[in-house]
């Protein structure tokens, strides 16, 4: 099986907003609405900020929004702050596998 | 407050079997839908092992399945993952990882802080 493909890194200023994207295939990300993102910091476990494509965990910022088209998941990113730069991961699941993506290093300039 | 805890040890030899446990600590193990095991090789990213589902059904990533076993320890309310005939590909930091609600989604709601096991003679 493949991994979900996202873009080794990005950046943005303090302010602006950035989309990474996650892009599977017509098994996974096409065909289910489970896709979740993960943000995670240096020595640290991985935090939900995303399920289900869209929805936001309590006490997840609401700078943080998810969507999908076709086979592509997105995680938009709005109002950067310091804090924000991050590894981020996103997910699939199906009844029988899941899939995550190689992780997006965002730099936040 | 859910609280998972991996505990093991950190120094496994090539060709034996990875064993670790993940306490749960303010919740039952057998109440949520499923778990799961995932690992992160040292600089890289996340690698799905495998899910155990409430009554015992379990997935597992067709690249280990042949080597790993996923079980639920409700005496001692804990999860525990075997990896057998590790090679240093297996070095990682292990965590386990539940959902948010027991009947939730499929996120991973709540993650140990995970165990770094390094595969070396």
């Known amino acids: 099986q493949s991994a979900l493909t996202q873009p080794a890194s990005v950046s943005g200023s303090p302010g602006q907003s950035i989309t990474i994207s996650c892009t599977g295939s017509s098994s996974d990300i096409g065909n289910y609405n489970y896709v979740s993102w993960y943000q995670q910091h240096p020595g640290k476990a991985p935090q939900l900020i995303i399920y289900d494509v869209y929805s936001r965990p309590s006490g997840v910022s609401d700078r943080f929004s998810g969507s999908k088209s076709g086979n592509t998941a997105s995680l938009t990113i709005s109002g950067l702050q310091p804090d924000d730069e991050a590894h981020y991961h996103c997910s699939s699941y199906t009844i029988i596998t899941r899939l995550f993506g190689g992780g997006t290093k965002l730099t936040v300039l | 407050q859910v609280q998972l805890q991996e505990s093991g040890p950190g120094l496994v030899k090539p060709s034996e079997t990875l064993s670790l446990t993940c306490a749960v600590s303010?919740?039952?193990?057998?109440?949520?839908?499923?778990w799961s095991w995932v690992r992160q090789p040292p600089g890289k990213g996340l690698e799905w092992i495998g899910d155990i589902y409430r009554g015992g059904t379990t997935n597992f990533n067709p690249s280990l399945k042949s080597r790993v076993t996923i079980s639920v320890d409700e005496s001692n309310n804990q999860l525990s993952l075997k990896l057998s005939s590790v090679t240093d590909a297996d070095t990682a930091v292990y965590y386990c990882a539940r959902p948010r609600s027991d009947n939730g989604d499929y996120g991973f709601g709540y993650w140990g802080q995970g165990i770094l096991v390094t595969v070396s003679s």
């Open positions: 303010g919740a039952s193990v057998i109440t949520p839908k499923w």
